[in-house]
């Protein structure tokens, strides 16, 4: 299962910055997560629950911001939205075909709650 990879890394991560910073466990985890990224939302709270019994992380939160999927347009650099998973759309304001995604494929630890 994907999400149960980026479980497993994620708190290793988590788990390695914790230990730099002297902490004993973490309280919570803070994720960005694009909506290109391929993560579906049950099934990665379903990996934390059972990947972080006997971690640092074993009573943490996990909590996500899902970032929305963004384009910038080649033909007049309006920003927008993608509708869509492939990652191309046309621009709403020009209609050029558009792929500069710069936003939507993240997969990142955004910060750490520790004590
Ligand atoms: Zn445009």
Redesign the pocket.
Known sequence: MHEMSIVLSMLDLAEHSAREEGASRIDAIHLEIGALAGVVPEALEFAFQGARDGTMAEAARLEVDYLPAMAR??????D?ELDNRYGVAL??????P?ANLWQGRELHLAHLEVT
Not at 73 to 78: R, S
Not at 91 to 96: A, K
């Open positions: 347009c080649a033909g007049c650099e309006a927008f621009c709403p304001t020009c209609g050029t558009s």
